[in-house]
């Protein structure tokens, strides 16, 4: 995730860390050059000029932004679900740091072991989410004996989760109905964990992506055609522009429809797994916590 503060409207127009330019860069060369070649041609060759109308162009222009624009909605929508459902992670994590250290009528050991598994929770989550090795925070959060379940698990979020409820079966309670809190916690934690799953497992349909991808380049090889028998000398500049409009709409929504990944505009996990065990350690009284993620070049992971 890109993270910095707002830019002057002019440096915001050359920032390149965090755009989709670099990725479209040999697209819009094409493009552009193609417009530029239509350009030099036009009644040099056998004296034959393109004669074409704009009509067809404009008309298909509007159609393809709306079915762009509509393609970023659909994928911002999913980027924004995946924020709230960590969000809610947050949330329910620091609730049952705080019931276990203030309801629950346990030593302080078990109080602990509780608290540093609904961590290792939240980081098998990310690692899960990104396809990433997990065994190095397991190990320094779990009791050795919950090592070898968890780590024979396919799905290590669910096991921890089932791992909890049976520790917190084990705990006591002034008011026993003060159990049936916390449960509902772990719940929530596990609808959060498949709210993420059904975004990891359901991509935006093929078929969909295809056809915007094959029309936003047809009308952007084509439209120098469409141009230089009315605009001329202009025609490439015109084209680069409105190439980089399209092909920038649909690199970004390409980009962010997997909010897990690790593209620069993807969700910052590795930074919110850090806070939440900080906030989550804080609540036991721990001193000794991890350094923050820092931002390299405005880039947070």
């Known amino acids: 995730m890109i993270v910095r503060p707002r830019l002057h ?52 222009g509007i159609a393809l932004a709306i079915f762009l624009g509509f393609r970023n909605s659909v994928s911002y929508d999913r980027w924004w679900e995946a924020r709230k459902l960590w969000g809610a992670v947050l949330n329910d994590a620091r609730s049952l740091a705080r019931q276990v250290q203030s309801l629950a009528d346990t030593d302080e050991a078990t109080r602990r072991r509780f608290a540093l598994g609904v961590i290792a929770f939240v980081h098998a989550l990310k690692h899960q989410l990104r396809e990433t090795p997990a065994e190095t925070d397991l190990a320094r959060l779990l009791p050795p004996e919950w090592l070898p ?35 509902g916690h772990l ?12 975004i990891a497992s359901t991509p935006i349909p093929f078929a969909y992506s295809v056809i915007l991808h094959r029309t936003a380049y047809l009308y952007s090889f084509l439209l120098p055609f469409g141009l230089v028998g009315t605009v001329g000398a202009p025609t490439p500049l015109i084209v680069a522009f409105v190439s980089y409009t399209f092909f920038a709409l649909e690199a970004l929504a390409e980009e962010i429809q997997d909010p897990f990944g690790m593209e620069h505009n993807d969700l910052a996990l590795d930074a919110m797994s850090v806070m939440i065990e900080t906030t989550v350690l804080e609540m036991l009284g721990e001193t000794r916590l991890p350094d923050p993620v820092a931002a390299d070049h405005f880039l947070l992971r």
Do not use: H
Not at 152 to 161: D, E
Not at 187 to 198: F, H, W
């Open 9 to 60: 409207w002019l440096r915001m127009l050359f920032v390149w860390r965090g755009s989709v330019l670099g990725r479209i860069l040999p697209q819009l060369a094409l493009t552009t050059g193609l417009a530029a070649a239509v350009t030099a041609v036009d009644g040099v060759v056998f004296g034959f000029r393109i004669n074409l109308t704009v009509a067809p162009f404009t008309l298909l």
């Open 187 to 198: 719940g929530r934690l596990n609808e959060s964990l498949g709210g993420c799953e059904r």
């Open 149 to 183: 379940r968890v780590a024979a698990a396919r799905y290590k979020p669910a096991v921890i989760l089932v791992m909890l409820g049976g520790l917190l079966r084990g705990l006591r309670f002034e008011e026993p109905v003060r159990i049936l809190a916390m449960d």
